[in-house]
């Protein structure tokens, strides 16, 4: 018997993912299972259908401990895509690091009310706080399958999210723009006009309140960035900056749509109504929650 199998007890496909289930499960990971299967996979480079055809086949020792350290891991509830390397999300695998915001499946939900309002020739489209380009991307290449080629450009402040945007962009080949700016600062003139002024502003920009930082499971307060989640006492710091500026950056019939908290919609909306954006919607995700609002600016 080999020194791991004496200290980990598990060898085998099954033993492995029984073991990591186990060890998840006490430590609180809501979907352990799924979890450990998922580690293993990418740690052998096998898919699902041929694990379970082969679950009492022996891992090597060098591949049983890369997966037992990346249960042990998990266990602390460092995040299961940052252990991995890389995220899901639309049609697309996005590499994700640590100090950038993971990206969410609720956050698809943006991308697609885009594509639907997106008019039938090229536009262009900013992307701003884009954390690891997951929006701008996505639609870029969505827009492009399409036939469209629209002019994108992707915005943040965080040096960590623009290197992580730029590695997605050359990984995915999507010829976008990418730019580092505090919301809309480096995209004006010596003046403070506009450089340029766009068809869609598309965001999901922190929107956490101060308070609620705690409240927030272990995985995100204790590991993603808090720069990408915390806005304020009232969750309103981001919205606010963003919509007063993008009246000035928007051309006629422009399109602003931002993610928002779940209980967020009232405030966004009297926001962006006040801001003169008209027609403005919401939609909810897959927990029939809100979480996008939409609205158009005519001048």
Do not use: W
């Amino acid at each position: 018997m080999s020194e791991f199998e004496k200290r980990y007890g598990e060898k085998t496909i099954g033993g492995l993912i029984a073991k990591g289930t186990r060890i998840l499960t006490d430590a609180g990971i809501e979907n352990s299972q799924a979890e450990a299967r998922h580690l293993l996979s990418h740690y052998l480079d096998m898919d699902m259908a041929a694990m379970y055809a082969n679950l009492s086949d022996e891992v090597d020792e060098f591949t049983a401990m890369r997966y037992a350290k990346s249960i042990s891991k998990r266990a602390t509830h460092y995040p299961y895509q940052y252990i991995l390397g890389f995220t899901y999300f639309l049609d697309y695998t996005f590499f994700c690091e640590e100090g950038v915001l993971i990206p969410r499946y609720d956050t698809e939900g943006l991308v697609l009310k885009a594509i639907e309002m997106a008019p039938d020739k090229d536009i262009d489209v900013l992307d701003m706080c884009t954390g690891t380009g997951c929006i701008g991307i996505s639609y870029y290449l969505m827009r492009s399958r399409d036939g469209y080629d629209d002019n994108v450009t992707l915005a943040d402040i965080s040096e960590d999210a623009l290197e992580l945007a730029k590695k997605n962009a050359r990984k995915l080949n999507a010829h976008i723009d990418i730019i580092k700016t505090d919301l809309f600062e480096e995209l004006k003139d010596e003046k403070g006009r506009p450089l340029k002024k766009y068809d869609m502003i598309l965001s999901n920009p922190p929107y956490i309140r101060t308070g609620d930082m705690t409240k927030l499971i272990k995985d995100v307060r204790d590991y993603e960035p808090r720069l990408a989640l915390e806005a304020g006492p009232d969750g309103l710091r981001f919205y606010r900056r963003i919509i007063d500026e993008a009246v000035h950056f928007l051309k006629d019939e422009g399109k602003l749509i931002m993610e928002i908290g779940y209980d967020q919609y009232l405030d966004v909306e009297k926001l962006m109504r006040e801001a003169g954006f008209k027609d403005i919607y919401k939609t909810k995700d897959m927990s029939n929650l809100d979480r996008v609002i939409y609205g158009t600016l005519y001048k």
